[in-house]
Nanobody
């Protein structure tokens, strides 16, 4: 499974961005797809995830309410809508997928087998 994340960019604080993750040569059916981010000098952290088949979504507690994850069947993408962005949201955002992730591990980056290359989000103050 090859993943590609796109949609990053530069935005002022309070603005919005929409990231998308797509897969080539495959679909997300049966997969759990997650978004993670990594800021300079920090560990890669979980942002949001979705179970493709059931559409169940889950979030990092501190981001819920500003970030929304969804799937687009027609485009075969998993999107991350980010609103009211803050400078501390600046990071490289990665999408990841796994097909055997149990619920207790779905926020754990080690549970995801496939990773995209990342897209940079920069939020200015």
């Amino acid at each position: 499974v090859q993943l590609q994340a796109f949609g990053g960019g530069y935005v002022q604080a309070g603005g919005s961005l929409r990231l998308s993750c797509t897969t080539s040569g495959s679909t997300f059916r049966g997969y759990t797809v997650g978004w993670f981010r990594q800021a300079p000098g920090r560990e890669r952290e979980f942002v949001a995830g979705i179970m493709w088949n059931s559409r169940i979504t889950f979030y990092a507690d501190l981001l819920k309410g500003r970030f929304t994850i969804s799937r687009d069947n027609a485009k075969n993408t998993v999107d991350l809508q980010m609103d009211n962005l803050k400078p501390e949201d600046t990071a490289v955002y990665y999408c990841a997928a796994g097909d055997t992730i149990i619920n207790s591990s779905r926020r754990n980056r080690d549970a995801y087998k496939y990773w995209g290359q990342g897209t940079l989000v920069t939020v200015s103050s």
